[in-house]
């Protein structure tokens, strides 16, 4: 009766111990299912992810060359010089304009512009280095240095105010310099011109010997009657 009993004991033990290694099995397959996790990368739990930095086209190490700016180009000088006399300055491009100054026969000054004709030159008054006026070009008076075409050019904002001769004799007046016919009276409305600015004589042309009646300085707006002809005689006009 004993050898049985052992073979029993025998036999439990066996299917305990096989029991016990088909658990351990499963819990080593279940364990080999599941993946390690690297140790450089943490899980959103752990800790906040890093901002991802993208490098930009700027990060090159390019050599951006220095460019020189040009130098500016030099405006040729051109200067004005009165010959032969003294050389009216006036306040526009224009002999209607009055005169505001003068250059002196000899005296020399730089062009700072020209009219669109280039036929007058903007220049600086002598002495005013603040106020400019025009002188002709188209004068014997002026000596002209240097190439006028390549002064800026200036349109005129302003317009001359006309100034008037009126004769109120008799008799044909000459009007110099210039050589103006001044008519008589009798032939109104003729008889009155418009001179510009300046300074002219007046001489009696009924006269044999042709005397000066009047010298007269014109100015803008200003209109100036001749009333004594080369006899002595005065008349007004009507």
């Not at 006036?90 to 505001?100: E, H, K, V, Y």
């Not at 007046?202 to 300085?217: G, I, M, R, T």
Request: proline share 10%; glycine share 6%.
């Amino acid at each position: 009766m004993p050898k049985p009993l052992q073979r029993k004991r025998i036999i439990t033990t066996g299917f305990v111990i096989l029991i016990l290694l088909s658990s351990c099995r499963m819990r080593t397959g279940f364990a080999q299912q599941v993946p390690s996790i690297p140790e450089d990368v943490t899980t959103a739990t752990d800790a906040p992810a890093e901002p991802v930095v993208i490098p930009t086209k700027a990060a090159t190490a390019t050599a951006v060359p220095t460019q020189v700016p040009a130098s500016p180009t030099p405006v040729a000088t051109v200067s004005i010089t009165a010959v032969k006399g003294n050389l009216f300055i006036r306040r526009g491009p224009d002999l209607a304009f009055n005169s505001i100054g003068v250059l002196m026969e000899g005296q020399k000054v730089d062009a700072q512009a020209r009219d669109i004709l280039s036929d007058w030159a903007q220049v600086t008054l002598p002495g005013h280095a603040d106020q400019t006026g025009w002188v002709s070009l188209q004068t014997k008076y002026s000596s002209v240095d240097g190439d006028v075409s390549s002064l800026p050019v200036i349109k005129p904002e302003v317009w001359p105010v006309p100034s008037y001769l009126r004769n109120c004799t008799d008799h044909q007046m000459l009007v110099k310099p210039g050589d103006i016919l001044l008519p008589s009276r009798l032939e109104a409305p003729e008889n009155e011109v418009w001179v510009y600015p300046g300074v002219y004589t007046v001489y009696d042309l009924d006269h044999p010997d042709q005397p000066d009646v009047a010298e007269v300085q014109l100015r803008e707006g200003l209109e100036i009657d001749i009333q004594v002809n080369g006899y002595g005689e005065k008349h007004k006009c009507p």
